[in-house]
Structure formats: structure tokens, C-alpha cells
């Protein structure tokens, strides 16, 4: 595949990757068709329990719920501060369309700390944070130069050594760590439940969590009934 320094590679016949973007397209279509309503671009600042209904207070308007569920992952620290998450930057590249790129797939490198892969004929690289470890444990969407730079060498050096590129976008994300792997599905209080820290697995975990979740709400909603 055109790497340079590498010696070994190890095949994960399971591994797969999708275009996230059409991921969240198919799964809003969805939704939508089946009446839920979606509402972005507002910030949720907390909420409220008032007897046996739930207040959101949210930069729009007050919202009132008989069930709340978080699924704000890193985010959630700020509604919940004692919950056990720690916030993790992931920073992003991708570059322009390459003739006849040979990496084809999705490829880990480093345990972990590097994620590349071809989209299209487009190489997209995330990762490097465990150069900055205590840097990265933030909320902030933003993008330093220090860890851009290390992308951008690590391309160099052993993706495509020999072959002229340049970089067309750069963005970063946010994902929530803990002490353990596994997400948290539960109860916080009565009626009030949390689907949160996909570890930097989300796309993965998700399904399996959004089911549980979804399991433990309709278990509470006999008992309101």
C-alpha cells in the first residue's frame, strides 16, 4: 500500500468504516418519518425536577418532559460534573484527492493514537493526542499547530513518502474517556437516564447502548403508566 517503514500489519477482518456524514443523513430521515421531532443548534444549560415532571432549561426555551435522556457523551460533564468521563480532543485531517492512492481501509497505528483512512481518493488521519495528553482533556473545538504538524509528519514519514499532497480541511472532535471502556447505560434518577462515554467507539457502541437505553426507558415509563 505505498507504506513506508512499516514492517508488519495485523488484518481485522471485522473492521469497517462508513461516511458519518450519511450515517447521521439516514438516521435523521428516519426519525423524522417516524414524528420525532429534532431540534439543533441549542444549548442545553440543565434541568430541573418538578414532582413528576422534568424541566430543561435550554437556550431556547424551557422545555417539560416526563423522561429525560442524556446523550451528549463528553458533554454531559457539564450537567452532570461527578460523573466519571474525562474529555479527549480529536484532531482531524484529511487531505486533497490523490491519484491512484494505495491505501485502501481503515488502519490503526500506535494502539490506537493514529486512525487513518482512504475516503474516496482522499487520505483522512486523526490522532497524535497522546503527544499532549493533558492538552487534549478539553471541550474546546479547536485545532493547535503542535498536533497538526505531527499529523502532517506522520503522513510524510509513512504514508506517502513520496507522493506531493497538501492538506484541504482541519476539525476536531470531542469524546469521552473514563476509568472504564464501557459506556454508561442507566438510571441517574427517576426518570432521568444517561447513554454516554463511547470511549472514541461511538459509531460502534452506539446501537448496542441506544437498544439498553431505550430498554431501561420503556421499563420506567409502565411504572409512570
Known amino acids: 500500500m505505498g507504506f513506508n517503514g512499516v514492517d508488519h500489519l495485523i488484518e481485522n477482518k471485522l473492521e469497517g468504516g462508513l461516511h458519518s456524514g450519511k450515517l447521521i443523513q439516514a438516521l435523521l430521515k428516519k426519525v423524522q418519518g417516524l414524528g420525532v421531532?429534532?431540534?439543533?443548534?441549542?444549548?442545553?444549560?440543565?434541568?430541573?425536577?418538578?414532582?413528576?415532571?422534568?424541566?430543561?432549561?435550554?437556550?431556547?426555551?424551557?422545555?417539560?418532559?416526563?423522561?429525560?435522556?442524556?446523550?451528549?457523551?463528553?458533554?454531559?460533564?457539564?450537567?452532570?460534573?461527578?460523573?466519571?468521563?474525562?474529555?479527549?480532543?480529536?484532531?482531524?485531517?484529511?487531505?486533497?484527492?490523490?491519484?491512484n492512492l494505495k491505501i485502501k481501509g481503515t488502519f490503526h497505528f500506535d494502539k490506537g493514537y493514529y486512525y487513518f483512512r482512504n475516503l474516496g481518493s482522499r487520505l483522512l488521519l486523526g490522532g497524535a493526542r497522546n503527544s499532549a495528553f493533558e492538552q487534549e482533556n478539553t471541550l474546546e473545538m479547536d485545532i493547535t499547530a503542535g498536533i497538526q504538524e505531527k499529523l502532517e509528519k506522520f503522513i510524510h514519514e509513512y504514508l506517502l513518502p513520496d507522493i506531493s499532497f497538501y492538506i484541504t480541511d482541519r476539525w476536531s472532535g470531542i469524546m469521552a474517556m473514563g476509568t472504564e471502556k464501557l459506556p454508561i447505560v442507566q438510571e441517574l434518577d427517576d426518570n432521568i437516564f444517561c447513554c454516554v462515554r463511547m470511549s472514541g467507539m461511538g459509531v460502534a457502541l452506539a446501537p448496542v447502548a441506544a437498544q439498553e437505553a431505550a430498554q431501561l426507558i420503556r421499563s420506567a415509563l409502565k411504572k409512570i403508566r
Open 37 to 99: 421531532q429534532v431540534l439543533t443548534g441549542i444549548s442545553v444549560n440543565g434541568y430541573t425536577k418538578i414532582k413528576n415532571k422534568i424541566l430543561v432549561d435550554t437556550s431556547y426555551a424551557p422545555i417539560q418532559t416526563r423522561q429525560l435522556l442524556l446523550c451528549t457523551n463528553a458533554f454531559t460533564k457539564e450537567l452532570i460534573p461527578g460523573i466519571d468521563i474525562v474529555t479527549n480532543r480529536g484532531q482531524v485531517l484529511i487531505t486533497n484527492p490523490i491519484k
